[in-house]
């Protein structure tokens, strides 16, 4: 089972993570890690920090020529917009010019987290809360998705909806069709976007440069999609062990995120269950098998085989050029927030960091069905995994 730990802060000397658990000798290069923080840091309607810095990971243990031995994964991320913030992130000594941070934005974690820690300066609070931490935690879903390319597993997250503007692809499309659509507009329109429905993408960029222009900020609803995954995965006999539940969590935990639903999610309260619920079928070439998925390929808490398809609702970023209606808790006076650095829109990186998240939740289910700490072994239990299934 992956275990991971981050730590460090968003103008900090840098992000740490530690991952244990990752079963030896899978391949790893510093590279495959380093695509991933690249994705995360495009997308349009991204900040002026995404102009400083270029994420690259720096593996401190766990890797050997090449592999990993078995031992806990540490990699190091560097800051390096740390240079400009040296005095006020002093970790001893106080400056004389320092400017607390004391007049809370509405939507972060500013004002319940400075209550919970008794913080009187919140950039105490900010600090940490900040979405920089995923790019430490997408470091453990990209070695995640190195194991699932192992076992044939693909998973791909995007946009469906931004600042309000839907997709209308169809919904039977393959991860590998999606990708190569998102590929073309994204040549065609040169705005990194991840939506895969090119004649809404003009729309949308007008929605987030008419945004920009009013200081405001845009969100939107991100899909991830998993192929391959066997019948099997995840457990129904306590409420800890679900899958979804599992998933769930760690999609709420993305900074950003306000809800989540599977499959055909809340179209369900509409509904009878005579229309909904995804009928069994049974070929000796197939198997078991569903001419839908509305459940969004888990039931009970366990995968039955179809794809695993998981939303999320990026709410719109709640750091405001323009400010927001707030409190100074020094003075109890009413204030407007202050504007330092954001994003107009982050939606096209939650959907590769959602992506990620999702990707260690899948590999911690499958090492939980075929056991073993290394990755041939492994191999050899899925194979045998996979037998059993087509025989049942």
């Known amino acids: 089972m992956l275990r991971y ?8 000397k840098g992000l740490i993570i530690i991952i244990d658990g990752v079963p030896s000798n899978l391949k790893i290069d510093e590279e495959n890690l380093n695509c991933v923080l690249s994705e995360r840091q495009k997308g349009y309607g991204r900040g ?16 050997r020529f090449g592999k990993t031995t078995g031992a806990p994964v540490s990699i190091f991320i560097k800051n390096r917009d740390y240079e400009n913030w040296k005095s006020r992130m002093s970790i001893s000594s106080i400056p004389q010019d320092i400017n607390e941070f ?3 934005r509405p939507g972060h974690a500013d004002l319940s987290g400075g209550i919970r820690f008794n913080q009187r300066d919140l950039r105490n609070v900010l600090e940490r809360a900040s979405a920089r931490e995923t790019a430490a935690r997408i470091t453990a879903g990209a070695i995640s998705k190195l194991i699932l390319e192992e076992f044939n597993i693909q998973i791909f997250g995007y946009v469906i909806n931004l600042a309000g503007i839907s997709t209308q692809i169809d919904e039977t499309l393959t991860i590998k069709q999606i990708i190569e659509m998102i590929n073309k507009n994204h040549k065609k329109f040169n705005a990194y976007l991840r939506f895969p429905d090119s004649k809404k993408i003009p729309l949308i960029i007008k929605k987030i440069d008419n945004a920009m ?12 999609i998993t192929e391959g995954v066997p019948a099997g995965l995840g457990d129904y006999t306590q409420w800890d062990k679900k899958l979804d539940g599992k998933i769930a969590m760690a999609l709420m935990s993305l900074q950003a995120v306000k809800g989540v639903e599977f499959g055909a999610g809340f179209e369900y309260a509409k509904n009878y269950g005579s229309s909904i619920h995804d009928a069994i079928y049974f070929s000796k070439g197939k198997g078991y098998f569903r001419k839908t998925n509305n459940a969004g390929g888990i039931e009970g808490g366990v995968t039955n085989g179809s794809q695993i398809i998981v939303k999320a609702v990026i709410k719109p970023i709640s750091t405001l ?3 927001i209606d707030s409190v100074n808790i020094n003075t109890k006076e009413k204030s407007r927030t202050v504007y330092e650095r954001s994003d107009v829109c982050a939606v096209p990186a939650a959907s590769v960091i959602a992506e990620n998240l999702v990707a260690i939740e899948i590999v911690n289910a499958l090492m939980e069905q075929i056991g073993c700490v290394e990755l041939n072994l492994m191999k050899k239990n899925y194979e045998n995994y996979l037998k059993y299934i087509k025989k049942y």
Not at 5 to 12: K, P, V, W
Not at 48 to 63: A, F, H, N, Y
Not at 213 to 224: L, R, S
């Open 5 to 12: 730990l981050t730590a460090g802060e968003s103008h900090g």
């Open 48 to 63: 002026g920090r995404q102009q400083i810095e270029t994420d690259r990971v720096e593996i401190l243990s766990g890797i």
């Open 102 to 104: 004391i007049v809370p």
């Open 213 to 224: 222009k009013k200081g405001d900020t845009v969100g939107g609803i991100v899909k991830i």
């Open 321 to 323: 050029r323009k400010g």
